[in-house]
C-alpha cells in the first residue's frame, strides 16, 4: 500500500546548513527537497552538473545568478525554472526570515551517474 507523506512536515527548527533530501530516486531521475533559511552558495562557486535540473519554490524566495547572465534571477514562491546540464549556476541568496523550500528534479544521462 502506498505511504502519503507531505513535502512540509519534517523541517527542522534550526537549520544550521542548507538541508538536502532525497525523496525519490529511480533511473534517470533524483527527486529531492531542499530547506534553505538564508543560505547561499559560496562567492565563485558555481553549480556545474552532469544532469539537467528543474526546480520549483514551493516556499519561501531565493536568487539565483548565472555564470553567463549577470542579472541575478528572483524567484518567488510558485516560480519554477528549468536548468540545463552544464549551466553554471548559484545560489545568490534566500530569505533569512523564513524557510525556502524547493523541489528540484534531477534527470540525469543514464542510471549510474547519480549513485
Same mark, same amino acid.
Request: charged fraction near 20%; avoid cysteine; aromatic fraction near 10%.
Given at each position: ?22 525523496? /525519490?530516486?529511480? *533511473? #534517470?531521475?533524483?527527486? @529531492?527537497? &531542499? ?6 552558495? !559560496?562567492?565563485?562557486?558555481? $553549480? ?8 520549483? /519554490?514551493?516556499? *519561501? #524566495?531565493?536568487?539565483? @545568478?548565472? &555564470? ?6 528572483? !524567484?518567488?514562491?510558485?516560480? $519554477? ?35
Amino acid at each position: 500500500m502506498p505511504v502519503i507523506e507531505n513535502i512540509f512536515t519534517d523541517i527542522p527548527q534550526q537549520i544550521p546548513e542548507e538541508l538536502f533530501q532525497t525523496l /525519490l530516486s529511480t *533511473g #534517470q531521475v533524483k527527486i @529531492e527537497r &531542499i530547506i534553505s533559511k538564508g543560505h547561499s552558495s !559560496l562567492v565563485n562557486d558555481w $553549480y556545474d552538473q552532469i544532469q539537467h535540473e528543474w526546480i520549483i /519554490l514551493l516556499e *519561501g #524566495q531565493a536568487e539565483l @545568478e548565472f &555564470i553567463n547572465n549577470p542579472e541575478l534571477i528572483k !524567484l518567488n514562491q510558485g516560480d $519554477y525554472l528549468f536548468i540545463p546540464a552544464h549551466t553554471k549556476h548559484r545560489v545568490h541568496w534566500t530569505d533569512p526570515e523564513m524557510q525556502t523550500i524547493w523541489l528540484a528534479i534531477h534527470i540525469y544521462p543514464n542510471e549510474n551517474d547519480h549513485e
